[in-house]
């Protein structure tokens, strides 16, 4: 079975259809579903596309998001050892634009394994992470 990490930019820019990632988002949330992936997210992705949701496109995207999307993954909670060895990565980077956040899911990537990211980061794909294929 496939497995894939969805980002922050993946669960986002399937709500917001004024989004230049949203017909990409849109067709590998349906491939996932047609094909059956195994959907990976953390509990700091959550918490940043929550704030984000909310605080673009409101409370109704939110539920929406939370009672469609979020069901379909599997939240790996950030522990101490993972946000550790995160904030480790993200300091020696000392990228403006590289988030906590961003860290902790290539934390949790590596850890499992995983090499397909449903993101619109060029963080992930300058570190070798990609799209997953629509088969």
Do not use: N
């Amino acid at each position: 079975m496939k497995e894939v990490f969805v980002d922050t930019s993946g669960f986002y820019a399937f709500l917001d259809r004024t989004d230049h990632f949203h017909e990409v988002s849109r067709k590998l949330w349906l491939a996932s579903e047609a094909q059956g992936w195994r959907l990976i997210t953390s509990s700091f992705v959550i918490h940043e596309s929550w704030a984000l949701i909310q605080a673009r496109l409101g409370w109704e995207a939110v539920e929406d998001w939370l009672g469609s999307l979020v069901v379909r993954c599997e939240v790996v909670w950030i522990d101490e050892a993972v946000y550790r060895a995160a904030s480790a990565r993200a300091r020696q980077a000392r990228e403006r634009r590289l988030s906590l956040t961003d860290c902790t899911s290539f934390e949790v990537m590596t850890s499992r394994g995983c090499r397909a990211a449903f993101a619109d980061d060029a963080h992930f794909t300058r570190l070798g992470y990609q799209l997953p294929v629509i088969e």
